[in-house]
């Protein structure tokens, strides 16, 4: 039997999200039902509850950064019990026999793709609801365990923009000698300058202008540069041997590539609704890779959480309630969040 919840939707494209009442379904055997504590609001929730990546589904309740403790399990869970502190991140199925399935890269999943924990449909057919809503019912493989070391509030957007800068940085090596830059110092760019910082990297803020240094250098970048100023690019030509660009409005590549050393690699994970132009001269003559990332897999989420548990950091949040939503994305488009909202899910 299904179980109406309470959520924040949005019933149309670039509709105001507003209260409405959603269903989720009974828990089957290897099922976990959460109740949602906390719910990070990630520039992409705006992107595709406004269109602007492409047709979506609506009625849309966005929301993928998901904290919360298990409140009931499905008979065959073996991984889970009543009381567990979880977390539920950007997909909540994947067809699980393709070879990246199986190699633990369920993000990029070949069998029918990832299946979204919003803006998607499931295998039942039915469209996905993501975490602006008081419960989730998720199958156990696809749900996270959140360390006894991180508070649930400061822990939900590690479940997006913790990933998505981990996975790349562990992918392209930052660590102990590497100069990595983060580019833009918003959600995703904040995360990335503390793990980049805990894996022993010389940290670069590469922001529009300095208004947000002293928070870099606090949260552990070693330098920070204006890209707003023309000879920022002069004086680091050549320097970085991995930049993150965490923006998600169209850049200038050919600049940005000329501050990679031969070999060095500008790694996407925003992701501009706009194509980008881009000059091939700018990488054939550094060898150098413009690349991207998309989240992490299963086992690599976990491996996150771990990580910044040890080092003993979460998110730099700012706590609302559900009826601010639709301020708290206004503020997100205008660079006015210090780092990331979470919706306290008790107040919907």
Known sequence: MTTPVAAYAAPAPKAPLERTTIERRAVGEHDVLIDIKYAGICH??????REGWGEAIFPMVPGHEIAGVVAEVGSGVTKYKVGDRVGVGCMVDSCRECDNCKAGLEQYC??????????????????????????????????VRIPDGLSLDVAAPLLCAGITLYSPLKQWGAGPGKKVAILGMGGL???????????GAEVTVLSQSLRKKDDGLRLGADHYYATSDPKTFEELAGHFDLIVSTVSAPLDFNAYLSLLKVGG??????????????NLFSVIGGRKTLAGSMIGGIAETQ????????????AEIELIRAD???EAYERVLSSDVRYRFVIDTATI
């Open 44 to 49: 992409s929730d705006i992107h595709q509850a």
């Open 110 to 143: 070949t069998g029918g793709g990832m299946v979204g924990t919003y803006n998607a449909v499931g295998k039942d057919g039915e469209p996905t609801y993501g975490g602006y809503s008081q419960k989730i019912v998720v199958d156990e493989n696809y749900v």
């Open 189 to 199: 760019g904040h995360m990335g300058v503390k793990i980049a910082h805990a894996l």
């Open 265 to 278: 690699a500008l790694v996407n994970v925003g992701a501009p609704e706009e194509p980008i132009s881009l």
């Open 303 to 314: 491996e996150m959480l771990d990580f910044c548990a040890e080092h003993g950091f979460g």
């Open 324 to 326: 601010q939503i639709n």
